[in-house]
């Protein structure tokens, strides 16, 4: 079964750059990586999603190395409204999504 | 546009009693998702809907079954219940394309249920 590891928590400064990386030996060969951030009392919001080398968007970057077994998520410039959990997702060779443990993120002024 | 919402917001039910929670998936997707998270855990996935039938389950007892109708909203039932069975419930919704691989869930704020 897909299992993803990532820190349980990281503390930030505001306007700083915060890289969160998530560990996924076991991804399925076609399966993407996706990235959700949740605040407390709300759902999962979608951040970002890859396949492989880099995506960037808005928000955030995503990056995948070769082998995909891991996955770095790069925040630019934290606010204090970036303070939430995220969470990488992946879906295991038997196609459930799995949600990893999440990183706690804390941003200080 | 509305996104995903779901009702009731929160629900106290006792040892024993059945729950059903409801959810409308954002305007235009077809599949919706059911997730269960515990205080301070990553969400759980219960099973997902598509075409009205259940195409993927996740490892939950037979006392959670779910519906989803015609136009693509969906109940999950939860019989039986357990002071274990007390979560936030999130529905999520996505749209079909043929690729599961690189599925995009919009989540509903979810429904606080507590068992007493």
């Known amino acids: 079964l897909a299992k993803t590891t990532q820190p349980i928590s990281m503390d930030s400064y505001e306007g700083q750059e915060v890289n969160i990386t998530c560990s996924h030996n076991?991804?399925?060969?076609?399966?993407?990586i996706t990235w959700y951030q949740q605040f407390p009392s709300q759902g999962p919001r979608f951040i970002i999603q890859?396949?492989?080398t880099k995506v960037t968007n808005e928000v955030a970057s995503l990056f995948i190395p070769a082998d995909r077994k891991s996955s770095t998520l790069s925040l630019p410039r934290v606010s204090l409204s970036d303070t939430a959990v995220y969470y990488c997702?992946?879906?295991?060779?038997?196609?459930?999504?799995?949600f990893g443990q999440g990183t706690e993120l804390s941003v200080k002024p | 546009d509305a996104g995903v919402t779901q009702s009731p917001t929160h629900l106290i039910k006792t040892r024993g009693q059945q729950v059903t929670l409801r959810c409308s998936p954002k305007?235009?997707?077809?599949?919706v998702s059911w997730y269960q998270q515990a205080l301070g855990q990553g969400p759980q996935f219960i099973f997902q809907?598509?075409?009205?039938?259940?195409?993927q389950r996740g490892n939950f007892p037979d006392r959670f079954s779910g519906h989803q109708f015609p136009n693509y909203s969906s109940e999950l039932n939860v019989n039986a219940l357990l002071l274990g069975d007390s979560a936030l419930y999130l529905c999520?919704?996505?749209?079909?394309?043929?690729?599961?691989?690189?599925?995009?869930?919009?989540f509903g704020s979810g429904t606080q249920l507590s068992v007493l």
């Open positions: 076991n991804i399925a060969t076609n399966d993407y």
């Open positions: 305007s235009g997707h077809d599949t």
């Open positions: 997702l992946v879906r295991n060779q038997g196609g459930k999504l799995i």
């Open positions: 999520a919704s996505s749209l079909w394309t043929g690729v599961s691989t690189n599925e995009k869930l919009f």
């Open positions: 809907y598509y075409e009205e039938e259940e195409r």
């Open positions: 890859g396949y492989k």
